[in-house]
């Protein structure tokens, strides 16, 4: 059983940053595909970035030029650097881990991100 715990939410003001981290448990971490995603109050949940066990990245059109995910495979932990923030980036962001056959993958409990005008 995998387990992802974010950190890093918080309240910013409109262009301003933050850093979320989502740490994992278990050796799947190295070999799997790791994504932010984020559902604000009446949305659906979206796909804000995604990297592969390659380092490939991509990410929605809404944060390109603002957003930056990386992942340490030491550290057993991703990251979100998220900076010129706007109000509507406002939401819960949630960590996921897929496994390589794609048939499996595990969320994170979520982190609360404000960002205020």
């Known amino acids: 059983q995998v387990q992802l715990v974010e950190s890093g939410g918080g309240l910013v003001q409109a262009g301003g940053s933050l850093r979320l981290s989502c740490a994992a448990s278990g050796p799947i971490f190295r070999i799997s595909a790791l994504s932010w995603y984020r559902q604000a109050p009446g949305k659906q949940r979206e796909l804000v970035a995604r990297?592969?066990?390659?380092?490939?990245?991509n990410y929605a059109d809404s944060v390109k030029g603002r957003f930056t995910i990386s992942r340490d495979n030491a550290k057993n932990t991703m990251y979100l650097q998220m900076d010129s923030l706007k109000p509507e980036d406002t939401a819960v962001y949630y960590c996921?881990?897929?496994?390589?056959?794609?048939?499996?993958?595990?969320w994170g409990q979520g982190t609360q991100v404000t960002v205020s005008s």
């Open positions: 996921n881990l897929a496994l390589p056959t794609g048939l499996t993958d595990y």
């Open positions: 990297i592969t066990s390659n380092y490939a990245t």
